[in-house]
């Protein structure tokens, strides 16, 4: 079964830190750009962090700018988002996707239909 799989949401203070994984069974990630997105109630999906098969990052929010990076693990066939220094305002569902996606990770701006697998989402909630 082609499919990726989150872990690691839950509930955190605010100035807190997460760690959130995306592990990939059934296909390789090698070749492809992954990603991590976001949508808090009543909003849409945001994209937050992107990484080329060659290691290159673009960022798609500003707000997360200095507090949240990804990186990925090859002999893992898995990727990682990690927060630190969270906010209320980083309370969303969060998923990891992977696609084919020059127009995403050259332009800087989020195309979701660039992205053809998603996991089913891991709720990071910020509160105290």
């Known amino acids: 079964q082609l499919q990726l799989v989150e872990s690691g949401g839950g509930l955190v203070q605010p100035g807190g830190s997460l760690r959130l994984s995306c592990v990939a069974s059934?296909?390789?990630?090698?070749?492809?750009?992954v990603g991590w997105f976001r949508q808090a109630p009543g909003k849409g999906r945001e994209g937050v962090l992107c990484?080329?098969?060659?290691?290159?990052?673009?960022n798609y929010a500003d707000s997360v700018k200095g507090r949240f990076t990804i990186s990925r693990d090859t002999s893992k066939n898995q990727f990682s988002l990690q927060l630190h220094s969270v906010t209320p305002e980083d309370t969303a569902m969060y998923y990891c996707?992977?696609?084919?996606?020059?127009?995403?990770?050259?332009?800087?701006?989020?195309?979701?239909?660039?992205?053809?697998?998603w996991g089913q989402g891991t709720q990071v909630t910020v509160s105290s």
């Open positions: 996707a992977r696609g084919d996606a020059p127009n995403s990770y050259y332009s800087g701006i989020f195309y979701s239909d660039e992205f053809d697998y």
């Open positions: 990484i080329s098969s060659r290691g290159g990052i673009t």
């Open positions: 059934g296909f390789t990630l090698d070749y492809s750009e």
